[in-house]
């Protein structure tokens, strides 16, 4: 999973700088090229990102269940 967000992440910056390269010859190219790298940035790379950070973790203690009321945590 680290070589394919690596590897994705490639992608975007050569999507991206090859954008701004042709924006500054005056390409009309240059906005689909860089709205390419910043779709693949925001729908693919972010979420794959934020999925292999918090796979294999136990996530119960972010629950809303688990939350205590001021009026328990007063008890305490």
């Not at 999507?15 to 500054?24: M, V």
């Not at 693949?40 to 950070?53: Q, T």
Request: positive net charge.
């Amino acid at each position: 999973m680290k070589r394919l967000l690596q590897i994705l992440l490639c992608i975007v910056l050569a999507f991206i700088g090859s954008g701004l390269y042709l924006q500054t010859i005056k390409n009309e190219k240059s906005e689909f090229y860089i709205g390419i790298g910043v779709l693949i940035l925001a729908f693919i790379l972010i979420p794959l990102f934020v999925y292999n950070g918090y796979k294999g973790k136990d996530l119960t203690r972010y629950s809303f269940k688990n939350m205590q009321g001021p009026e328990e945590k007063e008890k305490e």
